[in-house]
């Protein structure tokens, strides 16, 4: 039986955006202390069922600073996978975060031509935020980039990822040009073509 709940629903702890820019750079200067504040981000999500007719609260993360959130999901949704050169190979190893997301020169090559990740530090630095949020929530781009992950995400969670980009300040060159189907790449590629079991080698 369904029993009336009287209380308030859980605190829902506001994002803390309020930060002056001088501040953020200093977190990230200190990659210490920027360690600590992703420690302390944890996912917000409801823990109870929102009484009838309440609006819920769309989950996202919180924490001391919106550039140490952005940092925790670009983790968490392993941008550097892709977008950053050598961390899958290395299970995120290498390179040093100085490093990270400076786009990719090695294609993903399949039905739809050959793909590079981005260099995210430069287009964050060239985009402006509200420009940078609205186009990952309608656009729709080459594969494998998750753009249906991307374009779910809550706005503050966007915000947090464009923050972090540029407080990390822009580094490298931009990745190749996407080719069209059939386009041969002057760069190395992988290859997403499934092959049969009775052509695999050995
Ligand atoms: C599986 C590989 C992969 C992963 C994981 C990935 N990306 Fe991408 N991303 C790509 C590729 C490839 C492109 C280029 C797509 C195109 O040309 O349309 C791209 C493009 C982008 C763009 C467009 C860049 C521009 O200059 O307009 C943004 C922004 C982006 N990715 C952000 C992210 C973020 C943030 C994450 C992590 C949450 C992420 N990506 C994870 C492969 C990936």
Same mark, same amino acid.
């Given at each position: 039986?369904?029993?009336?709940?009287? *209380? +308030?629903?859980?605190?829902?702890? @506001?994002?803390?955006?309020?930060? /002056?820019?001088?501040? !953020?750079?200093?977190?990230? $200067?200190?990659?210490?202390?920027?360690?600590?504040?992703?420690?302390?981000?944890?996912?917000?999500?409801?823990?109870?069922?929102?009484?009838?007719?309440?609006?819920?609260?769309?989950?996202?993360?919180?924490?001391?600073?919106?550039?140490?959130?952005?940092?925790?999901?670009?983790?968490?949704?392993?941008?550097?996978?892709?977008?950053?050169?050598?961390?899958?190979?290395?299970?995120?190893?290498?390179?040093?975060?100085?490093?990270?997301?400076?786009? *990719? +020169?090695?294609?993903?090559?399949? @039905?739809?031509?050959?793909?590079? /990740?981005?260099?995210? !530090?430069?287009?964050?630095? $060239?985009?402006?935020?509200?420009?940078?949020?609205?186009?990952?929530?309608?656009?729709?781009?080459?594969?494998?980039?998750?753009?249906?992950?991307?374009?779910?995400?809550?706005?503050?969670?966007?915000?947090?990822?464009?923050?972090?980009?540029?407080?990390?300040?822009?580094?490298?060159?931009?990745?190749?040009?996407?080719?069209?189907?059939?386009?041969?790449?002057?760069?190395?590629?992988?290859?997403?073509?499934?092959?049969?079991?009775?052509?695999?080698?050995?």
């Amino acid at each position: 039986m369904r029993r009336p709940d009287p *209380s +308030p629903p859980p605190a829902f702890v @506001p994002p803390h955006i309020a930060h /002056p820019p001088a501040r !953020r750079r200093r977190i990230l $200067a200190a990659a210490g202390v920027l360690a600590t504040a992703m420690a302390a981000a944890a996912i917000a999500s409801r823990s109870t069922a929102p009484a009838e007719g309440q609006a819920s609260p769309t989950p996202r993360v919180l924490a001391s600073d919106p550039v140490a959130a952005g940092r925790y999901l670009v983790v968490l949704g392993d941008c550097n996978g892709c977008h950053t050169p050598r961390f899958a190979e290395t299970n995120g190893a290498e390179p040093p975060e100085s490093e990270w997301l400076t786009g *990719s +020169p090695i294609g993903f090559r399949g @039905p739809w031509g050959v793909s590079y /990740p981005s260099n995210l !530090r430069l287009s964050a630095q $060239a985009t402006e935020e509200a420009d940078w949020i609205a186009a990952l929530r309608r656009r729709t781009g080459l594969p494998p980039m998750p753009w249906a992950t991307l374009a779910v995400m809550n706005e503050d969670d966007l915000r947090a990822i464009y923050r972090y980009l540029r407080a990390l300040g822009p580094r490298g060159e931009p990745a190749p040009a996407a080719l069209g189907p059939g386009e041969a790449p002057e760069t190395p590629v992988f290859d997403f073509v499934p092959v049969p079991p009775s052509r695999r080698a050995g």
